[in-house]
Nanobody
Framework: QVQLVESGGGLVQPGGSLRLACTTS????????????LAWWRQAPGKDREFVAA????????YYADSVKGRFTISRDNAKNTVYLQMNSLKSEDTAYYYC?????????????????WGQGTQVTVSS
């Protein structure tokens, strides 16, 4: 059974930093991790889930939402089956539940319907 498990969420003051991690494991017929694009999404209360960042299979291609560009960095360690989201200069509007997702593709999808597997999420709260 395919699983994605997020960690690293918590409470941080505005201007602070957090690093999220998502480790993925697969079922019997799981493809190698470098076949998958890995992405971070987030959902604030009362709002739709929105794209944050994605990294292609080998990490050579990344894509960010305009709202986080320059503040967040996505990276991946395929040897550890893990994708990270380094979040700096956090703002109150970054408060949300953060999810990781994956799909077999060569690029970085930004549509929610394109992702096949999702984690359970981790809460990030930015507040003084």
């Amino acid at each position: 059974q395919v699983q994605l498990v997020e960690s690293g969420g918590g409470l941080v003051q505005p201007g602070g930093s957090l690093r999220l991690a998502c480790t993925t494991s697969g079922g019997t017929f799981e493809h190698p991790i470098n076949y998958y694009a890995l992405a971070w999404w987030r959902q604030a209360p009362g709002k739709d889930r929105e794209f944050v960042a994605a990294a292609s299979g080998n990490g050579g291609l990344t894509y960010y939402a305009d709202s986080v560009k320059g503040r967040f960095t996505i990276s991946r360690d395929n040897a550890k089956n893990t994708v990270y989201l380094q979040m700096n200069s956090l703002k109150s509007e970054d408060t949300a539940y953060y999810y990781c997702a994956k799909v077999i593709t060569n690029w970085c999808p930004v549509s929610i319907g394109e992702y096949d597997y999702w984690g359970q999420g981790t809460q990030v709260t930015v507040s003084s």
